[in-house]
């Protein structure tokens, strides 16, 4: 269960990453959002992964850490709305310069 949960913590930093790199904005948009995804997998892997258990501490041997899961429902909430307001600038950075792309272009001096 373990190795399952690291290995799509690794793509989805990976393909997350790779995304960034990109030079339009779409995929700069997708890439942020899956390397939040890795995030939250991350944060909510770390409570234990334990398949049954309470998440109270009634019995110290077996139990789920509720933090993580509070934190993954909050950082949800956060970056959906943050998606949304980079979307909204993107779009408007298109509209304004009819391009979309992330770089500026680079200014060649007259001479």
């Known amino acids: 269960m373990e190795i399952l949960v690291a290995s799509a913590i690794g793509i989805l930093t990976a ?3 790779y995304l960034v790199l990109r030079l339009r904005t779409f995929p700069v948009i997708m890439g942020i959002s899956l390397l939040t ?6 944060l909510f892997a770390s ?3 334990t398949v049954g258990a309470p998440p109270i501490l009634g019995d110290a041997t077996t139990y789920t850490d509720p933090l993580p ?4 429902l909050t950082a949800i909430v956060i970056s959906f709305g943050m998606t949304a307001v980079v979307v909204m600038i993107a779009l408007g950075a298109y509209l304004g310069g009819n391009d979309d792309r992330v ?4 200014v060649e001096d007259a001479p």
């Open 47 to 49: 409570g234990r992964l």
């Open 103 to 106: 770089d500026d272009p680079v």
């Open 37 to 42: 995804y890795a995030v939250n997998i991350f």
């Open 15 to 17: 393909g997350g990453m």
């Open 69 to 72: 899961q509070a934190l993954v």
